[in-house]
Every structure is written in structure tokens, then in C-alpha cells.
Nanobody
Framework: QVQLVESGGGLVQAGGSLRLSCATSVLTFSSHRMGWFRQAPGKEREFVATINRSSNTRYADSVKGRFTISRDNAKNTVYLQMNSLKPEDKAVYYC??????????????????WGQGTQVTVSS
């Protein structure tokens, strides 16, 4: 059974930083596209960032220049470095894995495996 476990969430002041980690049990992790999504209270889950098997990255416009996604294939782990955090970044953050390498990387239904989420709260 594939497991994805997020960690690193917490409470931070606006302008601060957090680093989220997602450890996975995916056997062929290096070939998976990995993504980060988030869901704020009362809103739909939205795409944040993705990294493919070649370590090419894409970001939502709202986080571009502030967030960085990376992966360590030796550790089967994907990271999300979040800098210059804003109150509107408050959400539950989820990592997800896609074995097919979809080009529709912003669509959550393209991802087969999901973590349980980690809460990020940004105080103003």
C-alpha cells in the first residue's frame, strides 16, 4: 500500500518560512510526478507546485517566486520550501503522486496517491 506522509506544517508569522516534507513508500518514486496542493477553509483544493521525473518544476502564479519544490529520489521524499509567507497561504497542504507523468499537472484527479495533509497557519 502506497503511503505519503507530510510533515513540517505549523504556525508562522507573515514573512516567515516553512519547509514541508512528504515521505513516500512509492517503489518507483523517481519516475513519478509529485505535486503539492492546498485547501483553505471554505475553498476548493488548489494546485500549488509540481516536479516531474526530470526535476522540471511548475508553480501556481500565487506562489511563484516564493515557493520552491524539490525532490530527493534517494530518500523518496519531496519538499516544499515556502518563503515570504502570507496570511492567504493558510491552508492544509497535501502532497500527491502521479505515476503516469501527466501533462495536466494542475488537476488533482490526475494524481493517484495522496497524503493526509499538514496544516500551515500564517499570522498577520
Amino acid at each position: 500500500q502506497v503511503q505519503l506522509v507530510e510533515s513540517g506544517g505549523g504556525l508562522v508569522q507573515a514573512g516567515g518560512s516553512l519547509r514541508l516534507s512528504c515521505a513516500t513508500s512509492v517503489l518507483t518514486f523517481s519516475s513519478h510526478r509529485m505535486g503539492w496542493f492546498r485547501q483553505a477553509p471554505g475553498k476548493e483544493r488548489e494546485f500549488v507546485a509540481t516536479i516531474n521525473r526530470s526535476s522540471n518544476t511548475r508553480y501556481a502564479d500565487s506562489v511563484k517566486g516564493r515557493f520552491t519544490i524539490s525532490r530527493d529520489n534517494a530518500k523518496n521524499t519531496v519538499y516544499l520550501q515556502m518563503n515570504s509567507l502570507k496570511p492567504e497561504d493558510k491552508a492544509v497542504y497535501y502532497c500527491a503522486a502521479d505515476p503516469s507523468g501527466t501533462v495536466y499537472y494542475t488537476r488533482e484527479y490526475e494524481y493517484d496517491y495522496w497524503g493526509q495533509g499538514t496544516q500551515v497557519t500564517v499570522s498577520s
